[in-house]
């Protein structure tokens, strides 16, 4: 989706507030791309594609599955950042309307636009709100929207009981094949994704977890289901387990089970199961790297002609952990 400039409602830009609901505080009870971004640690100068390429494991060169597990927290981070970027470029205008508990934003055409968007969110108490992003061709009818985006927040709240923004948790799911249907959409994003997260301060653990369903796989052209889950404290150790796919040399597709840890300092393990391609049987792959992200320590249990390092001093975890995505 195409990075959208929206024009300023006509409408008064001071607070509103009724029925005990404001504005202010329905922006507040929205998710935006900071509240469910994967923190994960990154070399200085390093730059990865969404997706992340596993490179050939060598010792004291730049771990493999560091890379693939920074590249996929990409993955994740991107898929969301223009979704809820358009859902906080829209929330900064005033309301198109307000009565009671409800807001509603739009219905919103750009001028060089041939899709319309409208988003209605709802306070329901307690802090806790829900919302719906919806679109639809500009000269359809309204009866023609498809929701893009919904979900439901329950905001964090400060020392004076005032909602924070970007903390909370809750639960959202982001509609690709919706999306598609639009005249004006992006043709690599298909299937969906389901995010449900809890991130309530700026020192205590996040934890979020994604369900994607039959998304595109560049890596080996088609649909595929994966699963995420990420928990890190800030300034501490975090995990991030998840599954990948790869096409082989030796023909057929495998699939990486992988449990990423790190420390605060960079350093980390993976230990991951494959399965599929030539393998008869599932293998394991385990590799530590220190903290400037360099492999001190791999074991491949097919093939352990690749092997190097001692586990006992090479890595800061110990024993090897696997994901059960």
């Known amino acids: ?62 771990a493999g599955f560091y890379v693939v597990t920074r590249g996929v927290t990409v993955l994740v981070n991107v898929s969301t950042a223009l979704i809820l970027g358009l859902v906080k470029a829209i929330t900064d205008n005033p309301p198109t309307s307000f009565h009671g508990n409800v807001a509603v934003w739009g219905p ?19 802090y806790h709100y829900s919302y719906a992003l919806e679109g639809k061709a500009k000269q359809d009818p309204d009866t023609a929207y498809v929701t893009i985006l919904s979900g439901s927040h329950t905001a964090a709240v400060d020392s004076s009981g005032h909602p924070i923004n970007g903390f909370g948790n809750g639960t959202f799911v982001i509609n690709w094949d919706n999306a598609a249907s639009l005249p004006q959409h992006d043709p690599n994003n298909m299937g969906s994704a389901r995010f449900t997260y809890d991130r309530m301060t700026a020192t205590a653990q996040v934890t979020i977890d994604v369900t994607f369903t039959q998304v595109w796989d560049s890596g080996t052209n088609r649909r595929i289901d994966a699963n995420y889950h990420y928990a ?87 024993p090897a952990e696997y994901s059960p995505l």
Request: glycine fraction near 10%; hydrophobic fraction near 35%; charge should be negative.
């Open 1 to 62: 989706m195409h990075r959208i400039h929206l024009l300023v409602l006509a409408l008064p830009t001071f607070l509103i507030a009724c029925g005990g609901s404001s504005i202010d505080a329905m922006r507040s009870g929205m998710p935006n791309s900071q509240t469910v971004q994967l923190q994960f640690p990154n070399q200085p100068g390093q730059h990865l594609d969404s997706g992340g390429q596993q490179q050939q494991a060598q010792l004291g060169a730049t």
């Open 108 to 126: 919103w055409t750009d001028a060089l636009s041939p899709n319309t968007y409208r988003l209605t969110v709802f306070d329901n108490g307690n």
């Open 232 to 318: 890190s404290t800030p300034g501490g150790d975090g995990l991030f387990q998840f599954s990948t796919y790869q096409n082989t040399q030796a023909g057929g597709i495998q699939r990486f089970a992988i449990e990423s840890r790190w420390k605060n300092n960079g350093a980390g393990r993976s230990d991951v199961i494959v399965t599929g391609g030539a393998l008869s049987q599932p293998a394991t792959i385990n590799e530590c790297w220190d903290q400037f992200f360099n492999s001190q320590f791999l074991q491949v249990s097919y093939d352990p002609s690749q092997n190097y390092g001692v586990e006992a001093t090479a890595c800061v975890f110990i």
